[in-house]
């Protein structure tokens, strides 16, 4: 392993360069909070035990990616970069994320499995950094997650429904480390960082308290906030019509601000737009504004921090809100929210196939009447999480001496 000694003052610190692999560049959410929360992990454990880590993120816009994270980047889609990258370097990190899945297409584990075969025949020590394993409905890709794995220096897994379908294509569960997803890790911006949380968009305008029964200026300033973060799902978009007749059963039953958080632009603009459309049908002079699509995750997280409540579709919706305390419900579309949810002994108000408007409605306002009891119930959970998200960068720094 090629070492670089640097001094800065009279100290000296021992040089890292890491590759890091996932789906990165894309503007999604979650995934860039997933990155930074990654690359703030290693900076500080690093720093914590006299190493400096130098990350080199495969994405694919490297321009991009280098100007919001101020690190070195190559394109994920480039072999010879890609190459030439893994080679600098002194490992491979792959993830966080649902990388290892068929869900999405045939080729994203092969993809992903190639990244980190590529690394291991180059003799790099190759670490899997919490990811979430499966679907996988293609067996003969068992054999392409199994082989990585295997030859892995540290595997780290986000969900124990993860290790246990590792563990059944055959890599040895006591090997496998289960911590929950980095984000639970992220910090709020510092003053001034992110810039402001910002404003309502068009939509919101459009489905503002213009209409007759709306709430007046003042009101809505002391309604409570409901962050509300959706996607598209179900072809039909009926997953889209429960949610919007659960938030107008909301909106009827008492006043709430509703503020929708696009996680994915521009798919969560359109599908959030789409909502407020139902909703000035539903709840005659709702307050609904739609949040800027940004691309920096800490201002959607400063974003959910503001929030009396989350009803999040969105994975990483639910764990921004876990990360900041915010009561949450969860509407589940895929099992990666139900295994969230179950770390900290929730369950999902419904599904994408099931969603009850009045049993939503009598929930939201038990939250919103009753804050301070879920945070104390969860207070040692949420704790836990972000202690334990901590913990495969703690174990890859210590490797990477």
Known sequence: ?????????????????VVVSGYYGFRNSGDEAVLKSVLTALAEEGASTGIRIEPIVLSIDPAWTSEM??????????????????????GLISGGGSLLQDATGALTIPYYTGILRLAQLLRKPTFVYAQGIGPVNRRWMDRLIRGVMR???????RDAESAALLGRMGVEQGRIEVVPDPVMGLPLPAPGEAGTAGGGGAAGAAAGPAAAGGLAPGEAAQAPLVGVSLRHWRKDGADLARAA???????????????????????????????????GELAPGITAELAESGDNPQRMLLEVSRCDLLFGMRLHALIYAANQS??????SYDPKIDQFLNRLDLKPVGTTESLDPEVFASEASRL??????????????????????????????????
């Open 245 to 279: 007749a659960a938030l107008g059963a909301l909106a009827r039953s008492r006043a709430v601000r509703l503020r929708f958080l696009p996680f994915h632009t521009p798919s969560d603009v359109e599908a959030s737009k789409w909502v407020i459309g139902q909703l």
């Open 1 to 17: 392993m090629a070492i670089a000694h640097r001094a800065e003052g009279a100290a000296q610190f021992q040089v890292r360069r």
């Open 151 to 157: 030859r892995s220096a540290y595997v780290s897994v």
């Open 326 to 331: 915010v009561p949450m419900l969860g509407l």
């Open 69 to 90: 994270y101020g690190v070195e980047s190559a394109h994920r889609m480039r072999l010879p970069d890609v190459i030439k990258a893994i080679r600098s370097s002194d």
């Open 368 to 401: 919103l009447d009753h804050r301070g009891e879920w945070l104390e119930t969860h207070r040692a959970g949420i704790e836990q999480l972000k202690q334990e998200a901590r913990r495969p960068a703690q174990q890859i720094v210590h490797l990477l001496r």
